[in-house]
Every structure is written in C-alpha cells, then in structure tokens.
C-alpha cells in the first residue's frame, strides 16, 4: 500500500475547513484512508516526511507577511514548525502542494519577498494563463493555455521567488503557480475551491478584510455563473502523479 498524503489545515473555522478536507478529498480522488488531515490551529506535531507521499498546505486567513503582534496566536505557534518542515520539503525536493498561505510559507522560505503591497485579489474567479515553461511543465501538461480560478487574498509574491519558476499568471498578480525543483508545486489560486466551496468562504470571510462585507452577495452570485474545472484537475495530476509510483524516491 502506498503511503498517505499529509494535508496541513490552518482554517480554525471548522465548517470552512471541513469543506477543504473535503474538496480535496474530491478533487484529487483520495479515499479518507489516504489522506491524513492535521489541524495545525489546535497544533502541529513532529512530522515525519518519510510516512507520506506529498505534503498539501491550504490556505486560511494567517498572512506570512504580518508583524508578529498582528498575527493569531495558533499561527505563532504553527508556523515555525511548519517552517522546518518546509526546508525539509525543499532540500530533499520532497513533493509538496501549496494553495495561496502555502504559496507564501514556501516563497518566503525560498527568500522571496510576500507582502500586501501589491496584487491582493478579491474572492471570485481570474483568468490564469500558463507561461512557456507552464505549457512545459509534465504537470501542466495539455492544461488550457487559459483557464479560470477562484482566488482570495490579502497577500502574494512580490516577484517569482529565487531559483523558481513561473508556471502562471494572471493580469491582476504575477505569481500564480510555480515550480521549484521537480516535485515542488505551489499555487496562488485554490485548485480545491468550486463555486459551492466559494461561496462557503465568502460567508465565513465576509467581514475578515478580503471585501466590502456588502459586495458578499453579488460576490457569491458571480461565483456561480462561473466553470472552473481546471484548477482541480491540477490538483488531481499532483496527487495520481506520486500515488503511481511516478516519484522514484
């Protein structure tokens, strides 16, 4: 039997990250068995790289790139543990999946600069489009040139993070996929996220500073009128591409 995948949570609100466990329960078409969920708000224990086949880290409302006192106390606490199991994800190019904070903790260990100085993006849906080493890349591989995502985000890349490379962008914020090594994927967008799951966060979110809590009907009433098939299908690569033995370690 292969090994499990690790998801690393964040979200104290429980519904909301019941409704994440599940999406990427459904998206990457693991059966529970396969897919151990850790609550890293109520904390996060020694971790063990060597049980898993891939880590995935979500997202939430944590931002990297806060001054400590305006951070939530659960994060202090996570977070340099979760620091050291990403420098170990990235000196051994163990296979890793981030989804928006699990873009950031990656850049920002990798040295990139995150910060909400530029290229936040409200809840709803962009068009991402794939560079030339996208279009490349064995994950990405026949993957629409362009294709819709939801998104929702305070913080993001300042710039691709040193020594990775851009897979996707979006007119609105640079950096929304990258590579670094071979196995080391992370995404600005929520491949996990439909228009039901979107909808769930702009309720859960609406007074959290990603929008005008007044624009969260009309918000959500977009989400609905929008496809998005393709950010879970990426998800689904990452997790077949390690579950058939593709990964040689």
């Known amino acids: 039997m292969s090994r499990p995948y690790l998801?690393?949570?964040?979200?104290?609100?429980?519904?909301?990250?019941?409704?994440?466990?599940?999406?990427?329960?459904r998206f990457s078409h693991l059966d529970t068995d396969e897919l151990v969920r850790i609550h890293m708000d109520q904390g996060l224990p020694d971790i063990d790289l060597n049980n898993f086949s891939a880590v995935i880290v979500g997202?939430?409302?944590?931002?990297?790139?806060?001054?400590?006192?305006?951070k939530y106390d659960y994060q202090k606490q996570f977070e340099p543990k979760l620091r050291q199991v990403v420098t170990e994800v990235i000196a051994r190019d163990?296979?890793?999946?981030?989804?928006?904070?699990?873009?950031?903790?990656?850049?920002?260990?990798?040295?990139?600069?995150?910060?909400?100085?530029?290229?936040?993006?409200?809840?709803?849906?962009?068009?991402?489009?794939?560079?030339?080493?996208?279009?490349?890349?064995?994950?990405?591989?026949?993957?629409?040139?362009?294709?819709?995502?939801?998104?929702?985000?305070?913080?993001?890349?300042?710039?691709v993070p040193p020594d990775?490379?851009?897979?996707?962008?979006?007119?609105?914020?640079?950096?929304?996929?990258?590579?670094?090594?071979?196995?080391?994927?992370?995404?600005?967008?929520?491949?996990?996220?439909d228009s039901k799951g979107l909808a769930l966060r702009i309720e859960t979110y609406r007074d959290a500073g990603y929008f005008d809590p007044d624009e969260a009907a009309s918000l959500t009433a977009l989400g609905h009128q929008e496809s998005v098939p393709v950010p879970g299908e990426i998800l689904r690569r990452f997790v077949a591409r390690y579950r058939s033995g593709i990964d040689s370690r």
């Open 7 to 25: 998801l690393l949570q964040l979200r104290p609100e429980r519904e909301a990250a019941d409704d994440e466990y599940r999406a990427v329960l």
């Open 59 to 70: 997202g939430g409302p944590s931002n990297i790139s806060y001054p400590v006192d305006k």
């Open 94 to 159: 163990f296979p890793y999946f981030g989804a928006c904070y699990g873009l950031g903790i990656l850049a920002d260990v990798l040295g990139g600069e995150v910060s909400d100085r530029r290229y936040s993006e409200t809840a709803g849906a962009q068009t991402m489009i794939l560079t030339d080493g996208g279009s490349k890349d064995p994950l990405l591989e026949a993957i629409p040139r362009s294709f819709r995502a939801f998104v929702g985000h305070k913080e993001a890349c300042q710039e």
């Open 164 to 193: 990775a490379e851009l897979l996707a962008e979006s007119a609105g914020c640079p950096v929304q996929m990258i590579r670094f090594g071979r196995d080391i994927y992370a995404t600005q967008f929520h491949p996990e996220l």
